[in-house]
């Protein structure tokens, strides 16, 4: 059996992150159609959670970053869910009173 070398060693992190994502993306929603657990069910929901995060990123790079350019997108990912979540925090007691 060969490796295959001519492919940068970040490219296959990617590739390989990729498919380990898809799978457990098919793994958590099987964990959340099940009906015999409430443990089961909110495991299955925070590997969505983290599932979906982090295949924000990984779909997003180019197949040819570097490590520094996964690191990057990675951070930037955070930063962004952390504003949006900070953001909803924030403001849901405001909308809550105009609502009102």
Sequence with gaps: ???DTSMPAASRFIKTTKTCLA???LASLVLIAQRSSRLVYDIG???VIVTVLLGFTFNNLPEDSS???IVKGLIVTWVITGAVVGI???SAPFLTMLGR
């Design 88 to 90: 909803s925090i924030f």
């Design 67 to 69: 490590f520094a350019g």
């Design 45 to 47: 929901i925070l590997l």
């Design 1 to 3: 059996m060969t490796r």
């Design 23 to 25: 799978i457990l993306l």
